[in-house]
Structure formats: C-alpha cells, structure tokens
C-alpha cells in the first residue's frame, strides 16, 4: 500500500536562544498544533541529527504518549541530515508491508545556545529551534510518497533527478541549503514547468522538511510533483525523497523508481 | 497495544537471524572490584552479589566503544554475502553514551562496508534489539531484494557513573553483539513481534519516587500483555514457549517482574553472574550462549523480551533452526 501525506506543520524559533531547547518541548509545540484524532499513529518515529541535550527523557516514547499512547515508537539518528529521509523509508516499508497505516515521523533539531560551545561543525549547532511533524496514511490517495533514496555522493543524486527531469516536466524541487544554483538548473532551467524552491541556510536536519510543511497547503494543491533534494555538507551522502499528488486518489502513470 | 508483526497471517518472506555473535573485552573484573571502582560501600556491594545475583563481568575502562562493538560486528559480517543495511543499537541516546554522532557511520566505514546505509536506533534503552530486527527485516521485506541482509550492531559504553549503576540495581558491564538478519535465510525464523511504549514514565532514571512505584507497579502487567500478545499473533501460548530469552539487569528484577513462577522458570537468567548487563546487546549474548550450549531445540518457539527504560516493552517469538545458528559449534 502506498504512504501518503496526511499533514505537515512546523515550529521554527527565534535566533539568539539562551539555553538549548529540549526535544521534548519541540515535540510539544508540534503536537500542540494539530488535532489529536488527526494523529493516532501506530509507528511514530523521531529523526534527529544532534541528540538531546537532555537526554535522560526517551522523547520517542514521551512523543507517542502525546499522540495515543499505541504506537511502536523509536528514534532514529546517526546519519546527520539523511535521519528524517531514512525515517521516511522505513515508514514507507512499514506501510508496504501492511505494518502501519498511520505512520508519523517528526523531525526535530535544537538551537545552539548563542553563548554555547560552537567548537563543532557549525551545520551541527544550528541558530534556530526547528521542528516538523508529518502525518501519513495509507491508500491511493493524493500525495503518495513515490521514491525515498540515498546516495554516497552528490553526483548519484544529480543522476537521478535527470531521470526524474525526463519522466517529469512539472516538478518543484525543494533543494536544501547545501545544493547551489548551478545544481539548480540542470532539472529547472527556466524554460519549462518546472520549478526550483531554495531553502536557506541556518537549519541542517531539519531544512528541506520546515519547507514542505511550511508550504504544505499552497504546494499540495499547485504542484504535481515534489522533489526534496540535499546534500550533507559534512559528509557529501545525498538523500532525495520524492512525492507524487496522483488526480482524483488514481496513481499517477509516473514512475519514478 | 502498539504495533504489531503478524507475519503468519501474510504470505511474505519471513524475517530470519542468520547469525549472532558476541565478543566481550579481556579484563574480568568481580563484582566487588567493579563496586570498588564505582566507590560504593560494603552493603550495596553485598546487594549487588546477594540479592541482585551479580557474581563477575567484563569491563575495561580502556576499551572504547568501537573497540568493544567491531569484533562481534566482524565475526558476523564474516558470515554475510549481501549486507545492505547497518543498524546500530544504541541502547542510551546522547549524552550519557559515549556513542558520537556518527558512530553508525563509523562502523560502516571501518567495516569496509560500501554502498550500504547505515544509521542509528535508539530512544528505547535497552529493548531497541528487537525493534532493530523488525525494522530491518521490514526494510529488506520492502525492498523487494531476497539476496540483501541487514547487520545489527549493539553495545553501548556509559559515559556517566550514573548511567553504569542504574537505578542503584543495576551495573552496566562491557559486552557486545552483532545479528545477520535476512529473508527465508537459514537461520532463527521470526514469527511475530509485539511493543508497547507508555510514553508517561518516558523520565526514565529521572522519575520521581511517586511515577517510579507507578511503573514498577505497572511493569509486571505491561510485559506480560506483550508477551502474550506475540504468542497468539504467533500462533501459540506463553505456554508453548521451549524457554524466554531476557535482558540482564539482574536476578530480581525478574522475579518482581515475571509473577506466574511457571512463566519465569522459563526466563534465561543464566548469564547475569557472569556477564551482568551489557546495554542493548543482552538478548544477542544470551541468544548465543544457549546457541552454543545447545540448549535451543529446532522447530520449538522460543520467545525475546525486553524492557527499556523510559519506557518500552518489547516481546518477540522466533522458532530456532535445525541449520546454521542452532548447530553451531
């Protein structure tokens, strides 16, 4: 059964936070703005790049309590950026394999303290709190989730988005902070349907998806296809994950895998 | 009840664990000399050998993490011919585990691992092995590739005093393990998977006295719910189970938890004195123990549980192989 997308909504704080921001109170902050008959998961998974700061609190388990209490909730991590991507994919293959019918990811990443120790990769000690909540159901209906994928360097991604450039004219590609303009028009050269969506920097995990939420209702009825394209700048590995609005809940006769 | 793996009622591939290994660092240390390093006093000491069962363990502070978790994932990667995935088990997640960030990632590249995606699993303590099996056979079952494999990597080093004595009951020891996962392999079939987290004790070793009775008190029914709920998605009854492979906080642990005696005379806890409990990794060393002392009959289920603070419980049957992981030497 395909996954598709029920609802997005993002949180995103102000610069200059005093003390680091626990998961736990993103997760609040999320859930808070969605109805809670709207959730009810039964897989509930948190991406992150960076752990907790406080971290004796399982927020996974803390994040289904919110939303339930009857999912099979973990965390997922230790792939920088591609968490929330890798997320997606096994939601996907819980969904495909009859497992879940209403999977959640939320996707959370915690400003650096302004004062704080920014010793380390400056796209690990992001400026703003930022947090995502998806929603996902099960069925042929609009918004599917068509393809999620990895690659080892940037170059396989620049592969597959020509693919998907020759099956698919009328793309949005939500390209995060990391993929430049040059990489922007080989799929969107500005004589076709297609369109390029820039995501600026100050988020690393979290970027491409503030996006799609934050844009969620003006692109789910405008666009036809979605493209969430980004590079990790600290390890070169690229992730796309890509949705298909198919009319009327028909599948669309695109392929893209 | 959370979600479940009911795979007798699907006609798809079967999740299989084609080999588990565990590999431990030189140092033996009792449990009085561990108690020394740990500056507790004569009766904890005491408690922790009498009451709690805890006799002698692993652990050498000059060991890293990668030191402790590359030997076991080798020796089961010598086993592979496809691996696809890498999950690594984080039993603590963030600061109190010495785990980096990209420790996945790390495993992956000194395992020499190319094209394969690794990340990490975590939030759940020490019941994420058994969500790491049912991830990663969901994954390879959606992949739709029946050659491809899954490595699992668990163990974990605590980086704070408190999280190597938890809740005072309890002393983390060194000791890792690594599980090959498949489809229709060889080896252990997986026949259900059952979880339930209750996100309200999600404090874990920081509740307060009040909502740490409550979940002591809760605990008993929360695991036996699950526990019979992987036996009838299974097909079977806890009573059809041949024996239950635990986690090893302690000896007593079990005996507040596990009240049918019947039940808990089936619970493995034979490797608390001499291994005590090795974050995220107990249920794979126990598997091989019993592997290797060939205390596993083939084709009689058998059944994991796991608790992991904050709070998650995990029940899952498999049926033992007459190949591969049951004939071991």
């Not at chain 1, 704080?13 to 009810?40: E, F, K, M, N, Y």
């Not at chain 1, 394999?97 to 704080?116: F, K, N």
């Not at chain 2, 059952?194 to 909502?211: R, V, W, Y």
């Not at chain 2, 000896?251 to 409990?277: A, C, M, Q």
């Amino acid at each position: 059964m395909s996954l598709h997308l029920r609802a997005a909504v993002a949180v995103l704080g102000t610069p200059g936070v005093a003390a680091t921001t626990p998961h736990a109170v993103l997760v609040d902050r999320l859930v808070a703005q969605v109805l809670r008959a709207d959730l009810d998961p039964d897989l509930s998974l948190l991406a992150y790049a960076a752990p907790d700061a406080y971290p004796h609190k399982c927020v996974a388990t803390y994040l289904n309590h919110l939303t339930g209490g009857k999912a099979h909730s973990a965390g997922l991590t230790g792939q920088g950026l591609g968490a929330p991507f890798t997320a997606l994919r096994v939601a996907d293959a819980y969904a495909r394999t009859g497992q879940s019918s209403r999977p959640m990811i939320v996707v959370v990443e915690s400003a650096a303290p302004a004062s704080g120790d920014r010793s380390g990769p400056t796209e690990m000690a992001p400026e703003l709190d930022s947090g995502v909540l998806l929603a996902f159901g099960v069925g042929d209906e609009p918004w599917t989730v068509a393809e999620v994928a990895a690659f080892e360097t940037r170059g396989g991604l620049t592969q597959r988005l020509r693919c998907l450039a020759r099956a698919e004219d009328e793309t949005l590609y939500v390209l995060g902070p990391a993929l430049d303009d040059d990489f922007a028009g080989d799929f969107a050269p500005g004589d076709g349907h297609a369109e390029v969506h820039r995501v600026q920097a100050g988020s690393y995990c979290t970027s491409v998806w503030l996006a799609l939420a934050s844009h969620w209702d003006a692109w789910s009825r405008s666009r036809r296809v979605i493209a969430l394209c980004e590079t990790d700048p600290l390890t070169g590995a690229s992730h796309l994950a890509v949705l298909l609005r198919h009319a009327d809940g028909v599948r669309s006769d695109t392929e893209l895998t | 009840m959370a979600s479940l793996t009911d795979i007798t009622a699907t006609r798809m591939a079967l999740t299989t664990i084609d080999a588990v290994e565990c590999c431990f660092p030189d140092r033996v240390v009792t449990v009085e000399e561990r108690a020394v390093e740990l500056e507790l006093n004569a009766a904890q000491t005491h408690m922790f050998r009498r009451v709690q069962g805890l006799d002698r363990m692993h652990y050498d502070p000059g060991v890293n993490l990668l030191d402790l978790l590359l030997p076991a994932a080798r020796k089961v990667l010598d086993q592979a011919s496809a691996v696809r995935y890498l999950v690594f088990g984080q039993a603590y997640h963030g600061v109190p585990s010495m785990a980096a960030t990209d420790t996945a990632e790390e495993i992956r590249r000194r395992l020499g691992l190319a094209h394969v995606t690794a990340f990490t699993l975590t939030e759940q303590n020490c019941a994420i092995p058994l969500t790491a099996i049912d991830v990663a056979g969901t994954l390879l079952r959606a992949d739709g590739r029946p050659e491809a494999q899954a490595l699992i990597v668990t163990g974990d080093k605590p980086r704070l005093r408190e999280a190597q004595l938890v809740g005072n009951t309890c002393m983390v020891a060194d000791g890792a393990a690594a599980c090959l996962v498949s489809l229709d392999g060889p080896g252990a079939v997986v026949r259900s998977f059952a979880t339930a987290g209750f996100g309200e004790f999600s404090d874990g070793m920081l509740m307060p006295p009040k909502q740490r009775q409550a979940s002591a008190l809760a605990r008993p029914g929360n695991l036996l719910g699950v526990m019979e709920e992987a036996a009838r998605r299974a097909g079977y009854t806890l009573d059809d189970m041949q024996i239950v492979i635990p986690t090893n906080p302690n000896t007593t642990y079990w005996t507040e938890t596990v009240k049918d005696p019947v039940l808990r005379s089936k619970f493995f806890i034979g490797n608390v004195p001499r291994y005590s409990h090795c974050l995220g990794a107990d249920v794979f060393i126990n598997y091989a123990t019993l592997r290797d002392d060939k205390c596993l009959t083939a084709d009689r289920p058998a059944m994991f549980v796991s608790i992991g603070l904050g709070m998650t419980f995990s029940a899952m049957v498999f049926m033992p192989s007459s190949a591969a992981e049951a004939v071991q030497p």
